[in-house]
């Protein structure tokens, strides 16, 4: 009997559902969806009464998900189970859901909300309440197997239902108008801060009358995002500089960004640093891999001992050769601050620093802003990335600020919609536009190519036709 439905990429969260809903749990694995939504739901033998949709599904396929599910099950409850609030709104506005789900709610939480809903829909006549009973009720009892804070799980409990998304009574996307619609996440709504006074920045920001045109993204330690964050502005800044970016991969050991990108190199930045593209700009435009999406990549050494043969200086005269080709130029670095990077910097306009949101790199990311400056070696611009931004991680943004010693200019925050990106080979701008981090990561694009952005029409709106003129 399969009463409830989960569709998700997380065998994780699949198996926390199975705990807790025993047989009563028919689930079909994210991976169906590669052959579309029409697919999965063909997988669905028994008529469920609630569908689990999530994590780590994009919005598209949540929307086609809903869409064939209503379709073929009109009487449904739909829950999105997803992490984040931040674009919540747009999820709900246009998805015909009744409610949202944190993963990281509790089994409590989770439980309640799958009763309350169920029982909305039995009131509702969409379903009978026998459909819910429990065939193996010693199943439910067993320990919940994850820890959550006792701080967390009351915030999940109290905070949930605010104003219900449908409980306007609009019709959403043909979904009947009268639902319901519950709302549980493990979030709580963010503290409202005190105004903090300006502070006195040990690193000032970004100076306004410097174009951005070289960008090196930096990181003292790995794993921060680098590499996505240079993938996402190559495509990002793709749309004002049509095939005028060019995205480097100077992570010289360790590249991964045709790999991130689904693109197969046949030239390398081995080649492009080679005496005969040094000698024929010909030669060197051989050696850059296009993207469709209108920019072009200088792939990553083909081993890391290669890598290792190319000299500091080699790689600063290439982006300076690329500078005279192409409107901006992102280079991907090693993390730290090893000659190489060193070397890049020493040749960009622009530092786009990254950290995620552990003390450890935090202070880390403050040393090396510390060392450029005394050696020097600091870009005239700089933009401060907090990557992995989280409410959960016990630090604020304006702590995080005051580690580092300069304002956090954007905050990306942790995504299954990023990995999920990079895996299928696309920037996350272009898999899943709508997907939070993707729109902190415009909001970065937006500072680089704040020259290139037309500026809003200051023409009026065009009157009403009754205004007097
Ligand atoms: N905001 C984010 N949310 C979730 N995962 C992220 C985020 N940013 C990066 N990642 C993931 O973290 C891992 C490390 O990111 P990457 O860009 O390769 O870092 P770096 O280049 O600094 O080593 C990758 O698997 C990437 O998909
Ligand atoms: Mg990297």
């Known amino acids: ?39 999965v739901l063909d997988l669905v033998t028994e008529t469920p009464r609630i569908a689990l949709l999530g994590p780590v599904l994009n919005f598209e396929e949540t ?73 193996e009720p010693d199943v439910v009892a067993e320990p919940e197997p994850e820890a959550e804070s006792d701080a967390e799980a009351a915030v999940a409990a109290e905070a949930p239902l605010g104003p219900l998304p449908f409980a306007d009574g609009a019709s959403r996307n043909g979904h009947e108008p009268d639902e319901a ?82 693109l197969e190199p046949t030239h390398t930045i081995v080649d492009a640093v080679a005496p005969e593209a040094v000698a024929d700009e010909l030669v060197l435009k051989t050696t850059f891999t296009h993207h469709p999406a209108g920019f072009f990549v200088v792939a990553s050494a083909p081993s890391p001992e290669l890598g290792d043969e190319i000299q500091p200086y080699s790689l600063g005269a290439l982006i300076d050769r690329l500078r005279g080709i192409f409107r901006y130029v992102i280079v991907d670095t090693t993390p730290g601050l090893g000659e190489h990077t060193l070397s890049v910097l020493e040749h960009v306009t ?29 870009p005239v611009n700089r933009h401060m990335v907090l990557n992995f931004s989280d409410r959960m991680a016990g ?49 970065l694009i937006a500072r680089v190519a704040r020259e290139d952005i037309p500026k809003r029409s200051r023409t009026p709106r065009r009157r009403r036709i009754l205004e007097p003129q």
């Open 181 to 262: 619609a519950i709302l549980a996440t493990a979030a709580a709504e963010p503290e409202p801060e005190p105004v903090p006074a300006q502070p006195e920045w040990l690193f000032p920001p970004l100076d306004p009358s410097v174009r951005s045109e070289a960008l090196a993204v930096i990181a003292p330690k790995g794993g921060q995002g680098k590499s996505t964050i240079a993938i996402n502005l190559a495509a990002g800044l793709a749309p004002y500089a049509p095939n005028s970016v060019v995205l480097v991969d100077g992570d010289l050991q360790f590249g991964d960004i045709t790999v991130a990108l689904a």
């Open 395 to 443: 630090l604020t943004v304006k702590d995080a600020a005051s580690i580092i010693g300069t304002p956090i200019d954007v905050e990306v925050p942790r995504s299954s919609a990023v990995v999920l990106a990079s895996n299928r080979g696309r920037p996350l701008l272009h898999d899943d536009p709508r997907d939070h981090a993707a729109r902190a990561l415009q909001e």
């Open 1 to 39: 009997m399969s009463t409830y439905l989960l569709v998700s990429r997380s065998s994780e969260y699949e198996a926390r559902l199975r705990t807790l809903l025993g047989s009563r749990l028919g689930v079909v694995t994210g991976e169906f969806l590669s052959f579309g939504a029409d697919a």
């Open 350 to 378: 622009d530092a786009v620093v990254v950290s995620n949101m552990a003390v450890a790199s935090l202070r880390a990311v403050r040393s090396e802003l510390t060392l450029l400056t005394t050696l020097g070696l600091m």
């Open 63 to 135: 929307r086609e998900l809903t869409r064939g599910l209503v379709e073929r099950y009109p009487d449904i409850g739909l829950i999105v189970v997803r992490e984040q609030r931040a674009d919540l709104e747009d999820w709900v506005d246009e998805l015909s859901l009744h409610a949202v789900l944190s993963p990281v709610a509790s089994d409590d939480t989770t439980r309640d909300l799958l009763d309350r809903l169920a029982g909305w829909l039995v009131t509702h006549g969409r379903a009978e309440s026998s459909d819910f009973d429990d065939p």
